[in-house]
């Protein structure tokens, strides 16, 4: 069974680009979360993609977006960055109709904007 | 809304020592609860969950946790502590009702242990 992989690990941008990170969910899962962990908080919860369609939103701006392919694996874009889109981004795979909502975490991408 | 609390972001116990980690969580529906374990520069890894039945849940490296809905709360322990858990730790719910399975974190509590 393979987990839950996230790529790039690390990345640094300036202020103002775009950034796209990437998400494979685990075998079997067909829901995909994404969370933002500044430096010493708690995860936040960014969105959530269901049947390639945004099923549920946290207190992000919209120029934070996703995507969920047929496949489930997903992609987090985020545009005009700013200094305080510093964090670690995690990505969460689930399977709708489980019984605890559990969710299994990656590794996380860790995005740096100058 | 539903939040969680974590009381004390910094724990330092003794090795061998007991480990409780407190959380508590405001919902007007039991939700679903978990504790989440973070390693320096790593992703979240689940220790336990409670969900339904049995309040007292045990979850991996001799952690355990015990739901008490009448103080809305989620304690996490540990009889002893060894080395390899120091760690972040996160208290976490999940709503029953609602269709986005999303997850409420805790502020975190960093878990130092001293030789």
């Known amino acids: 069974e393979t987990g839950v992989t996230q790529s790039p690990t690390h990345l640094i941008k300036t202020r103002g680009q775009q950034v796209t990170l990437r998400c494979s969910s685990q075998s079997g899962h067909n829901t995909v979360s994404w969370y933002q962990q500044a430096l010493g908080q708690g995860p936040q919860f960014i969105f959530q993609?269901?049947?390639?369609?945004?099923?549920g939103r946290g207190n992000f701006p919209p120029r934070f977006s996703g995507l969920q392919f047929p496949n489930y694996s997903s992609e987090l874009n985020v545009n005009a960055l700013e200094l305080d889109d510093s964090a670690l981004y995690l990505c969460a795979s689930s399977l709708v109709g489980g019984l605890s909502n559990e969710q299994f975490f990656g590794p996380g991408t860790r995005l740096t904007v100058l | 809304a539903q939040s969680v609390t974590q009381l004390g972001s910094h724990l330092s116990v003794s090795e061998g020592a007991l480990v409780l980690l407190r959380c508590n969580y405001s919902?007007?529906?039991?939700?679903?609860l978990f504790w989440y374990v973070q390693y320096p520069n790593q992703g979240l890894q689940l220790l336990l969950k409670y969900t339904t039945g049995a309040t007292l849940v045990k979850g991996i490296n001799g952690f355990e946790a015990e739901f008490k809905k009448s103080e809305t709360s989620f304690h996490l322990t540990k009889p002893s502590a060894h080395m390899s858990d120091a760690a972040e730790y996160f208290c976490a719910v999940s709503p029953r009702d609602s269709s986005a399975s999303k997850i409420i974190f805790g502020s975190g509590t960093r878990l130092s242990i001293r030789p």
């Open positions: 993609y269901y049947r390639e369609e945004e099923n």
């Open positions: 919902s007007s529906v039991p939700p679903y």
